[in-house]
């Protein structure tokens, strides 16, 4: 019962990841976007991971749909972190532009 609740907290983060990929694609600035912020999360989703692992080579979780959503969460937030960037180097062109 207890990896249920983990997988519903998981796909509870993790459901908004999507449309804020696309939201940034399409805006192609960085200006509202809080590098620190993707940071912190992603490192959350890689702890999460390597506790299941930890746990899994101590015979103490088998790997199930929930590392699963761990996963692909940090992949949507992976995404986020390089669509910062790039967004970064738009703005960075559309300003020498305005120069």
């Known amino acids: 019962m207890g990896d249920l609740f983990e997988a519903i907290m998981i796909i509870a983060f993790g459901a908004s990841w999507p449309l804020n990929v696309w939201k940034a694609w399409k805006a192609r600035s960085a200006k ?4 620190p912020f993707y940071s912190l999360i992603f490192m959350g989703y890689v702890f999460g991971i390597f506790s299941k692992i930890i746990k899994a080579n101590e015979g103490l979780y088998q790997y199930n749909y929930v590392f699963f959503f ?27 532009m305005l120069k």
């Open 70 to 96: 761990y996963v692909l969460n940090l992949v949507m937030v992976g995404t986020a972190i390089v669509i910062y960037f790039r967004n970064r180097r738009l703005d960075k062109q559309a300003d020498q």
């Open 32 to 35: 509202a976007i809080s590098l």
